[in-house]
């Protein structure tokens, strides 16, 4: 994850330029408010069945609190602009990478 914008006073909004390698995604996550842009290669999303692909200059946006995965798909890389806001207490997602 490169950050490119960190939440500050002025604006709860953060972004950061993900890069995934070959099949790997992120654990099952939410955010107070997320939208996911593919810039290069082809990933896959679930909020639930089925996978949606995001492909490169695709977009796709989280509900609130929504649970969710995102990542590459298995025989491809993908980079993506994540945006997200922070919730009241500051803190942009809950979740892992796997």
């Known amino acids: 994850m490169q950050p490119t914008r960190s939440p500050s006073d002025a604006s709860r909004l953060g972004a950061s330029n993900d890069h995934f390698t070959i099949?790997?995604?992120?654990?099952?996550?939410?955010?107070?408010q997320d939208q996911i842009n593919g810039t290069?290669?082809?990933g896959l999303c679930c909020v639930a069945a089925p996978i949606e692909v995001i492909a490169q200059g695709?977009?796709?946006?989280?509900?609130?609190?929504?649970?969710?995965?995102?990542g590459a798909a298995p025989?491809?890389?993908?980079?993506?602009?994540?945006m997200q806001e922070t919730d009241n207490s500051g803190t942009p997602s809950t979740g892992e990478s796997t």
């Open 23 to 32: 099949g790997t995604r992120t654990a099952w996550r939410t955010h107070p």
């Open 40 to 42: 290069e290669g082809a």
């Open 58 to 70: 695709g977009g796709v946006f989280f509900e609130p609190g929504e649970d969710y995965w995102h």
């Open 75 to 82: 025989r491809r890389v993908m980079t993506h602009l994540a």
